[in-house]
């Protein structure tokens, strides 16, 4: 198939296909990110987090709204602002569904998982009666719209460069918060002694509401910056929820590492299989290949040791 | 996941009894209603009376179709109280029955089947999607109701029990490419569309007649309902340089692939290539963003924009209806038709039954609709006319081209499966 072609376009279409795996391995890690702190770090099957994300997207699209009828001039950095409010606003649905709901749960995991799916369908509804059945379109800053031209041929987006700068320092962000911090030195200490931790002194229940919080603001952020390149709807987080699970589980569980080498596995697979098959067909051999290798490796790639 | 299965179990259980019960109930009540009089307008025993008729609206107003069914529904409930306010059907107030397919095919089934048999309704209109339409084509057949069905769709389907107010495929497919071939020149295309019939055979059908005009076809893809990330189609198709991305992606995943295409720097205003869908309405650009689509051409029947008097009067009576912000595609212009046409067919066969509305259909003209003329053929589809629209920034479509002659509907076409 590349007969045709002639050695720069080849290399053209490399450096391409490379690039867009990068960005499908951004979204991921973005997408991902939130469930596995919270499925890692507590072990609570979060199947709201896609609602979560459009939490964030349906923030930013009042944003966005907001700014257009009130602030024109703002325009061009109204979307930072939006991300940050749309980490507050799902961190603090997180807080509040962790207090009201999840808290009474722990011992209950498959419970947990019930509940949160309720929560999603609770979710969707709100959204399809506050927002309407429709999607909705997010008006975004020009300079976030179209593409730097490399060369003739090597055209990067503009809202990829942008994920993967905001992946990248959401991920700093997180190592910092859970390895450097005095909040993730007591989230780790509960996660590998809960009895123990409570007896030293920290307060789980307020570690447990601030890692879910932490979590879902994730989700939100993700949301926000997924108005970019994908649907704000009512039922939109759908889209999103089979990849995230599959990411975490591939990876481990427990191990945020594991979630970004698994992130980087599975967008790097895809996006290539894409670019010599059909969309389908490599969706179809992804699975397989994960169903495969978590057949043999049930643990997923990364496991955490610690005593049970 | 013992304890789940139980509990889903028992949940099952109980509701199948509760709902034996109730259409027990409601049976034995419909039983007791059943109207004696109006014999001569209905001898089969539908629910007519001396000044009512009942009619069916069966849409997804819940779950994912909920989005792209709700403009069917608005239109369906809009010329149901236009036809009252003018009087109704042979003297009778329509009243409409709604139930909600909520986007699962076997409950589209299931609501059929309960117009059908308990409610005794003289016509329904609905559906969506191919899947619940041949969800609830058995049950139509076989106890002999009438179905409206709005949407463009595959073909390759004929029943006695349907009215297909939407274009087939050929009408809608046909006269786009040798609209692109003529006027742009195009000779190659890459064919895209989401994973399922419609698509699929949208794009069999395209690339039958791109080949019978001589033309290329240099790529077909499909991607899975809900995909979202096109970058690496783009990227192929930046290599293969067609003259026409011929896109027939649908529900959430247009939003990421628009949005995409735009970002990777294809700018469809310049059109090289140029992009020409099926599947993109008014509606959908709502979801997508003008800014993101402008410079796309759209074949179908109807855009909002249409310049004629029936759609001028339309327009302002759904915006009067339904609110100012409100878009209306294509479908939704179809739904219309739904109960004009009904209406026209009973008042012809001067009877509600539905045997003899069915042989009163063919040849029942409309010259009020909003995209004009329309006609319907003896095969149950209508004769209508396919339009070019180019997408603009504030989300509408400005029509540049439309056929000369009504398109004859061709569910079957031969050579071309």
Known sequence: MFADYTWTELGSIFAMQGFAGLILFSVFVLMALGLAIIFGQMGVINMAHGEFMILGAYVTYLCSNFVEAYAPSF???????A????????????????????????KRPLDTLLATWGLSLILQQAYRSIFGAREVGVTLPNWLLGSVPLTDIIEIPINGIFVMVLTFFIAIGVYFILFRSRMGMQTRAVVQNRVMAGAVGINTEKVDRHTFALGCGIAGIAGSAFTMIGSTGPTAGQLYIVDTFLIVVFGGAASLLGTIASSFAISQAQSTMEFFLSGSMAKVLTLLTVVGILMLRPQGLFSLKIRR | MRRLKNLIENRLSRRAVLAGTVSAATLAMAGALTPSFAQDVNTTGLAVTEDTVKVGILHSVTGTMAISETGSVQAEKLAIEQINAMGGVLGRKIEYIQEDGASDWPTFAEKAKKLLVNDKVAAVFGCWTSASRKAVLPVFEQYNGMLYYPTFYEGLEQSPNVIYTGQEATQQIIAGIDWVAREKGAKSFYLLGSDYIWPRTSNKIARKHIEKLGHKVVGEEYYPLGHTQF???INKIKLKKPDVIYAIVVGGSNVAFYKQLKAAGIDMTKEKPLLLTISVTEDEIRGIGGENIEGAYAAMKYFQSLDNDNNQA????FKERWGDDIVIGDVTQAAYLGPWLWKAAVEKAGSFDIDKVRLA???IELTTAPEGYVRIHENHHLWSKTRIGLAKTDGQYEMIYETADLMEPDPFPEGYQ
């Open chain 2, 314 to 317: 339309f327009v302002k009576a």
């Open chain 1, 75 to 81: 325009f061009g950095v109204y979307f930072f602002f």
């Open chain 1, 83 to 106: 991300m940050i409010l749309a980490f507050v606003a799902a961190g603090s649905l997180g807080a509040l569904v962790e207090w009201s709901l999840i808290r009474h749960l722990y």
């Open chain 2, 361 to 363: 259909s063919p040849g």
């Open chain 2, 231 to 233: 970058n690496s189609v």
